[in-house]
């Protein structure tokens, strides 16, 4: 009686848990999927346009960008900035009577108009997230110098000014961050290397022909 009674018990928990199993419904209010599928893809638009903000050892400058992939690690870029150049012995100082900056010894005022061609290829791809995109970039092209006459009305000087032209170069790195396929945001540093072959006067009897420049510049940009 005992072993009969124990089988039949067996039998009735059995039967309950298949019956209890059955009739509780599949929870169909969450769905797992990978997590990199629930981000959006930032590289399927592969077309850049944008703008530089710069901060420099020569003040601010500023540029527009376009960046084409070719692969999925591998961009070619063409960049244009306008800068100011200054030599490293010059010291602002300020007028007490007007207010007014000067610069003693100073008689032209140099602004430098890089146009770079270059690759970014982008680092480590497959161990970070899409989140955090590192690169790093290099660059050659031609660049322009121009000089207008110090402490004169801006458009008596830029009327009067002259152009100088050479070629240079530039390589960095930076990073990208967010995981919007519309807009580009990131940081990089850049040195420039922008030499004359003739030396170019921002302060009188002495000729700069190295207008080497380091930048901080800050991205934006939309994908398409």
Same mark, same amino acid.
């Given at each position: 009686m005992k072993i009969a009674a124990a089988l039949v018990?067996?039998?009735?928990?059995?039967?309950?848990?298949q019956v209890t199993h059955t009739n509780v419904p599949p929870d169909s209010q969450y769905s797992?999927?990978?997590?990199?599928?629930?981000?959006p893809d930032t590289l399927e638009r592969r077309t850049a346009l944008g703008l530089d903000l710069m901060i420099g050892n020569s003040g601010f400058g500023a540029g527009i960008f376009y960046k084409q992939g070719i692969t999925g690690t591998l961009s070619w870029?063409?960049?244009?900035?306008?800068?100011?150049?200054?030599?490293?012995?010059?010291?602002?100082y300020i007028d007490p009577f007007t207010g007014q900056k000067f610069v003693p010894g100073k008689i032209n005022q140099l602004f430098v108009f890089p146009l770079m061609v270059g690759l970014q290829y982008r680092l480590f791809k497959n161990q970070l997230t899409n989140s955090f995109r590192p690169f790093i970039f290099a660059g050659v092209g031609p660049n322009a110098v121009?000089?207008?006459? %110090?402490?004169?009305?801006l458009s008596w000087s830029l009327s009067h000014s002259h152009s100088h032209y050479g070629l240079g170069a530039y390589f =960095?790195? =930076?990073? %990208?961050? =967010?995981?919007?396929?519309?807009?580009?945001? =990131?940081?990089?540093?850049?040195? %420039?290397?922008?030499p004359m072959s003739h030396g170019i006067e921002s302060m009188q009897n002495e000729p700069m022909a190295n207008f080497n420049s380091f930048f901080i510049a800050f991205n934006i940009a939309t994908q398409y």
């Open positions: 018990l067996i039998v009735s928990s059995v039967s309950f848990s797992f999927m990978p997590i990199r599928d629930l981000a870029t063409l960049s244009w900035s306008f800068s100011e150049a200054k030599a490293p012995n010059e010291v602002d121009l000089a207008s006459p %110090y402490d004169q009305p =960095g790195t =930076g990073a %990208y961050f =967010g995981l919007d396929p519309n807009s580009l945001m =990131g940081v990089s540093l850049r040195y %420039y290397i922008l």
